[in-house]
């Protein structure tokens, strides 16, 4: 597997990376399961997913269903797993790189232009008679599990934040989230609070975002948030 490509020619402070996010939330308890001493759901979970004990022999790893004989960190082994790749091996690509950018250069507080969002977004009152769209409520939700769901608010400890050669995995999504996701900022369920300090900074950000997770919804992908030093 080649992960040369995951950040284009730049490396960003903040990536969004495609990956089989159903596969992230059914390996990361066997992860957790592990680190506490039980081996028995990493086992149990390569052998209802065989396609990763190959990918994973294929990287040298000569007994993938033993975690205890894995040298690999937790968020190496985790991305390493779940990164969505082409055929030829290199990770699938998001849209054209652009967006991608973007959002990996966003010039505010943690870089994390997700962040701002969640900070800076407020519900929309208006049209309150439109029932059937996504509120702000769901929409942070989503934000959140992509911005901080393998965090220490979330997961109560920072390894997937710690991991070798500088590897932060932030959160992610399923693909099935990602489509939500899309549909819910790309609807009036949300606007955004008076004192923004980026003059347009939430609609640069969700655009990016928006045009990213589109990428993500037709390939029916998943997302990572990295974060890079």
Known sequence: ???????????????????????????????????????????????????????????????????????????????????ALTSEGRAVPLGDGKARERIGRFPHGDGSPITYMIEFMRPNNRGAAITHRMGLEEILALLTQLNSGLSDQHVGHHRYNQGKAGLDIRGYLTADQVASLR??????????????????????????????????????VGVFLRSHS
Not at 204 to 213: F, G, Q, R, T, Y
């Open 1 to 83: 597997m080649d992960l040369d490509g995951l950040d284009g020619a730049t490396s960003p402070f903040i990536t969004l990376d495609a990956c089989d996010g159903d596969l992230v939330g059914f390996l990361f308890p066997a992860l957790e399961a592990s680190y506490a001493g039980d081996s028995k759901p990493w086992t149990d979970a390569l052998k209802a997913h065989p396609r990763v004990e190959k990918r994973l022999l294929e990287q040298g790893i000569e007994s993938p269903t033993d975690r205890s004989s894995i040298a690999w960190d937790d968020p190496t082994l985790l991305f390493t797993s779940t990164v």
């Open 183 to 220: 549909l819910g900022l790309a609807g009036r369920g949300w606007s955004v609070t008076a004192d923004e300090p980026i003059d347009g900074g939430m609609r640069d950000a969700s655009k990016n975002l928006i045009a990213v997770l589109r990428a993500a919804e037709r390939r029916n």
